[in-house]
């Protein structure tokens, strides 16, 4: 059990690590704010971790950006 939750914990480490840097806002990292919000809810089962992990995983790929192709209308001008 405690393998799994460090392997769980892995997961969540690695998508933050592959996160892109914020060039803009050097000083404040958004992968930096979420590892400290993981480290702190150290209490969270090993599924909920994996599940969070995914949810990284799924951004990272953009996997919703080629899920869901927008289909942009064109604005026709009256005149």
């Known amino acids: 059990m ?8 892995r997961h969540v ?10 060039t ?4 404040i990292q958004f992968q930096d704010v979420l590892r400290k919000r993981f ?3 150290s209490d ?10 995914n949810a ?4 990272l790929d953009n996997r919703y950006k080629r ?3 927008l289909e ?3 604005v026709t001008t009256w005149g």
């Open 2 to 9: 405690a393998r799994q939750a460090i392997s769980a914990q």
């Open 13 to 22: 480490l690695r998508a933050l690590s592959q996160w892109p840097k914020d």
């Open 24 to 27: 803009l806002r050097p000083q």
């Open 39 to 41: 480290e702190a809810s």
């Open 44 to 53: 969270l089962s090993e599924q909920e971790q994996l599940k969070q992990a």
């Open 56 to 59: 990284l995983y799924s951004l």
């Open 67 to 69: 899920k869901v192709q």
């Open 72 to 74: 942009y209308t064109s």
